[in-house]
Every structure is written in structure tokens, then in C-alpha cells.
């Protein structure tokens, strides 16, 4: 129901609020390399895991019944059907490094958030501490950007750009990990620049989805991402009047694009690598 979508969309923005004034707050004290993951440039700050830890705990006393699948590990299964996909630090390097893009992802998703291309997101929200705001949706209820300040006030409405020719068009786009991922993306990236007006490569994932929600960007696309980079950021470019695919079908590891409804299909298939 509406009313039942209102209030998961506002604790959404609450979450993520509460852990980016968290992560940016203690950022001067606690800044560091805890430990890395999967290589060596895959780092997991301290603050990564406080992160989850409070989300962890916020989500347990409001909502005991719902999963939750979080990107350092907490993995905790449900009963309601609903599960909580959080990134407690999505744009961990820019954190690292204090350039000012990174945020905290916080969505509810329905079906199976472990299964790629059996869930889909209901509600969530993009908290951007260095600019004091977040971005938020809910299915039915429009894409909108609110201060941290004012976080149950009316905000700005978000929508995509109308831009329809990949010439024109200004995407944004990431890079995993692996070297050999890399490897494969700057091959796809060779024959993209040629064809589009510029590429960013902003750092965040979720910003990045949040960038095309607003128009700021005409489209994203990147390989590789995981259910917690996607999450929130899908349910806002849809709410924005953009849509999310992936290589055949729903979104997902091999390929994420996000953009107006005119140019997802032209840079879904100059991403694709099966096309290179
Ligand atoms: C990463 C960022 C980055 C994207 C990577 C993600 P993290 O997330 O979103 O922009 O290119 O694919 O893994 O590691 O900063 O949480």
C-alpha cells in the first residue's frame, strides 16, 4: 500500500542520513586503510564497517522481520519478503582520498537480493553528506532531492535528461577492481569515447545513477556492479522517468545502463562487449 511504501522510503532517507552524517563527521579522525578485499586497490576503510554497523543495528530495532544484505558482509535473512540492500560507503576511494563523491546507499528491495536479476527495488535512498542532501523514491512517488536538513519537506522533483543522441550525450561510467576487469572495460571505453560528447568517471555508483535521475549526466553505464551499488539508485532513475537495463534483461554484474528512454538502447549495445 501507499502508506506501508511512505514509510519504508522515509526510513530509507533516515538510514542513510544518519550514516552519512556519521561517515563524514568522523571521516578526520578515523580516515585509514582497515583492510583490502578483493585486491589491493579494493580497500575497506574503518569507517566502511561502522557504517554497516549502525545501519545493521537501525534496520534490526525498526524492522526485526526484514532481511539484510549489506557490502562488507552482514547478511541477514528475513521473513517479511523484504530485504534491506545497503552500501555503507559507496565511492570508498573518494572517501579515502576526501574528494567529495561518495555516499551512502540505503534501498528495500522484493524478491531474492542475493539472485542477480531476482529482485527489485520498492524504495530507497542516496545520502551525498558533502553536499548535505539526499536523494530518495519510492514505486509510485516520484524521484526527489531533500536537505538533510529538512528531510520531510518538500524537495526537488529529479528527472531525467531528454538528450537523444549519443553524440551529444555526456555519460558516466566505472571501473571495477580485478586488472582483468579493467583491462576488458578500457577496451570497451577505447570505442565509446570517439562516439559521445565526454565521459566522467565520478566514483560512486550510486551517485552516478543519482546524476542520471537529475539530468546531470545523459546516461550510465558500467559492468561489474553489485546488488548494493544498484539498489537505491535504480528505483530513483525510474522515478525520474529513466530506465534501468541490463545486458538481457534486468540489471546486473555483467551490465548496468541507466538512462532517458531514448538513448538506454544505443548505449546499452555501444557498452555491450559482445558488439567489440
Ligand atoms: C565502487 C564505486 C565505483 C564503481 C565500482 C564500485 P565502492 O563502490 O561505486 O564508482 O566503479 O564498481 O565497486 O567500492 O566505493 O563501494
Known amino acids: 500500500s501507499t502508506a506501508r511504501l511512505e514509510e519504508l522510503e522515509r526510513l530509507c532517507v533516515?538510514?542513510?542520513?544518519?550514516?552519512?552524517?556519521?561517515?563524514?563527521?568522523?571521516?578526520?579522525?578515523?580516515?585509514?586503510?582497515?583492510?583490502?578485499?578483493?585486491?589491493?586497490?579494493?580497500?575497506?576503510?574503518?569507517?566502511?564497517?561502522r557504517s554497516e554497523e549502525l545501519l545493521h543495528r537501525l534496520i534490526r530495532e525498526a524492522r526485526p522481520e526484514d532481511g539484510i544484505l549489506g557490502e562488507e558482509g552482514v547478511d541477514v535473512t528475513g521473513t517479511s519478503g523484504l530485504t534491506w540492500v545497503i552500501d555503507p560507503i559507496d565511492g570508498t576511494v573518494n572517501y579515502l582520498y576526501d574528494i567529495p563523491a561518495y555516499a551512502v546507499s540505503v534501498a528495500v528491495v522484493t524478491g531474492d537480493a542475493r539472485s542477480e536479476g531476482q529482485w527489485r527495488p520498492v524504495a530507497g535512498a542516496v545520502a551525498d553528506p558533502s553536499l548535505s542532501v539526499v536523494h530518495h523514491?519510492?514505486?509510485?512517488?516520484?524521484?526527489?532531492?531533500?536537505?538533510?536538513?529538512?528531510?520531510?519537506?518538500?524537495?526537488?522533483?529529479?528527472?531525467?535528461?531528454?538528450?537523444?543522441?549519443?553524440?551529444?550525450?555526456?555519460?558516466?561510467?566505472?571501473?571495477?577492481?580485478?586488472?582483468?576487469?579493467?583491462?576488458?572495460?578500457?577496451?570497451?571505453?577505447?570505442?565509446?569515447?570517439?562516439?559521445?560528447?565526454?565521459?566522467?568517471?565520478?566514483?560512486?555508483?550510486?551517485?552516478?545513477?543519482?546524476?542520471?535521475?537529475?539530468?546531470?549526466?545523459?546516461?550510465?553505464?558500467?559492468?561489474?556492479?553489485?546488488?548494493?551499488?544498484?539498489?537505491?539508485?535504480?528505483?530513483?532513475?525510474?522515478?525520474?522517468?529513466?530506465?534501468?537495463?541490463g545486458r538481457a534483461g534486468p540489471p546486473g554484474k555483467a551490465l548496468t545502463v541507466a538512462a532517458g528512454p531514448a538513448l538506454v538502447e544505443p548505449v546499452r549495445a555501444l557498452f555491450d562487449p559482445a558488439t567489440h
Request: aromatic share 4%; proline share 3%.
Open 14 to 49: 533516515e538510514l542513510a542520513l544518519a550514516s552519512g552524517r556519521l561517515i563524514r563527521d568522523e571521516r578526520p579522525r578515523h580516515v585509514g586503510v582497515a583492510a583490502t578485499k578483493s585486491t589491493d586497490t579494493d580497500i575497506v576503510t574503518v569507517m566502511d564497517q
Open 137 to 245: 523514491a519510492r514505486r509510485g512517488g516520484g524521484a526527489w532531492t531533500s536537505r538533510e536538513s529538512a528531510p520531510g519537506a518538500e524537495g526537488r522533483r529529479l528527472s531525467v535528461s531528454t538528450q537523444d543522441r549519443l553524440g551529444r550525450a555526456l555519460l558516466a561510467t566505472g571501473f571495477g577492481y580485478d586488472p582483468e576487469v579493467r583491462a576488458r572495460q578500457a577496451e570497451v571505453l577505447r570505442a565509446v569515447l570517439p562516439r559521445v560528447r565526454d565521459i566522467r568517471r565520478i566514483g560512486s555508483a550510486a551517485l552516478d545513477l543519482v546524476r542520471v535521475a537529475e539530468g546531470s549526466v545523459d546516461a550510465y553505464a558500467e559492468s561489474g556492479i553489485n546488488a548494493w551499488d544498484l539498489a537505491a539508485g535504480w528505483v530513483i532513475v525510474e522515478e525520474a522517468g529513466g530506465v534501468v537495463v
